[in-house]
């Protein structure tokens, strides 16, 4: 079946640093991809997507691109906050929305002034 | 608007008892799924239901039953408790099957059993 790998945590970075979040995937078909991010005592809110092939989705400063060749779909922040301090899940589901979505674990991210 | 609402926030549950969850989900928004959250095998997909049909199972004991209403919201159950069954509950609901369907998660319903 679909599955989701994303790198393992905890990520501890100092503030303004660089932030890469790995993220693979393995899927029959041609899914979307999702990044959904879990604020402490919160429930999941949609960060960014991608719906096909060298799409690239961003939101408040995070990138990702949606890499075929290499079935990857990796995070990027190019300078983190405190308040960036999550966890974070990539996610697939097959592009016309009919399976559930699929997530990786989960990676920590904490932001240290 | 309003968001995905769960209720209870919290529940504590004695094993072998039986506990019931609500959804509403956003306005206009068909379709309600369920995903249980957990440290060792993070986010599972438990049901998802449209037009008070379920369109897709995980894979769960039958313990796990869920149903949704005309009105969209969703319920679910599980019976005979076990500690196992402890989590964070997350429901999410989106406009229905399609493209570019994006799902809203609700605050999640946190489960103990003791």
């Known amino acids: 079946g679909d599955s989701v790998t994303q790198m393992e945590g905890p990520v501890t970075l100092s503030e303004e640093a660089f932030l890469t979040i790995n993220c693979t995937y393995t899927?029959?078909?041609?899914?979307?991809l999702f990044w959904y991010v879990q604020y402490p005592g919160e429930g999941l809110q949609l960060l960014l997507k991608?719906?096909?092939?060298?799409d690239k989705g961003s939101n408040k400063g995070f990138e990702a691109t949606y890499r075929k060749e290499t079935t990857s779909f990796h995070l990027e922040k190019g300078s983190v906050q405190v308040s960036d301090s999550a966890v974070y899940f990539c996610?697939?589901?097959?592009?016309?929305?009919?399976?559930?979505?699929?997530f990786g674990k989960g990676t920590r991210l904490s932001v240290i002034a | 608007k309003a968001g995905v609402t769960q209720t209870p926030r919290y529940l504590i549950k004695t094993r072998g008892q039986q506990v019931t969850l609500s959804c509403s989900p956003i306005?206009?928004?068909?379709?309600v799924s369920w995903y249980q959250q957990t440290p060792g095998q993070g986010l599972q997909f438990l049901f998802e239901?449209?037009?008070?049909?379920?369109?897709n199972k995980g894979n769960f004991p039958g313990r796990f039953s869920g149903r949704q209403f005309s009105n969209s919201r969703s319920e679910m159950n599980v019976s005979t408790l076990e500690l196992g069954d402890s989590a964070l509950y997350l429901c999410?609901?989106?406009?229905?099957?399609?493209?570019?369907?994006?799902?809203?998660f609700g605050q999640g319903t946190r489960l103990t059993v003791v």
């Open positions: 991608a719906t096909k092939a060298d």
């Open positions: 306005s206009g928004h068909r379709s």
């Open positions: 999410a609901s989106s406009l229905g099957p399609g493209v570019n369907t994006e799902a809203f």
């Open positions: 996610a697939l589901s097959d592009r016309r929305g009919n399976t559930p979505l699929v």
């Open positions: 899927a029959t078909g041609y899914p979307s």
């Open positions: 239901y449209f037009s008070e049909t379920q369109r």
